[in-house]
C-alpha cells in the first residue's frame, strides 16, 4: 500500500541571492509563482482590467 505525504510549499522573496526571505507565502504545486504571490497580496483576478499591477500591461 503507497502511503500519501501532503507536502505544504511556500515560496519567498529576497532582495539578494543567498539572503534568507522575510516573508513566506503559500504555494500552489504545480503552479506559477507570481499567481501565489498576487493571491497572498490579494490583488484580486489577474486576468480582470488593471488587476495585473507587475507592469505587464499596456503602458
Not at 10 to 39: K, N, Y
Amino acid at each position: 500500500m503507497k502511503k500519501i505525504t501532503a507536502l505544504n510549499w511556500e515560496v519567498g522573496w529576497s532582495d539578494h541571492a543567498g539572503q534568507f526571505p522575510d516573508r513566506w507565502v503559500p504555494a500552489t504545486v504545480p503552479g506559477a509563482v507570481q499567481l501565489d504571490w498576487a493571491r497572498a497580496e490579494g490583488w484580486g483576478d489577474h486576468t480582470y482590467g488593471e488587476n495585473c499591477p507587475i507592469g505587464l500591461g499596456p503602458g
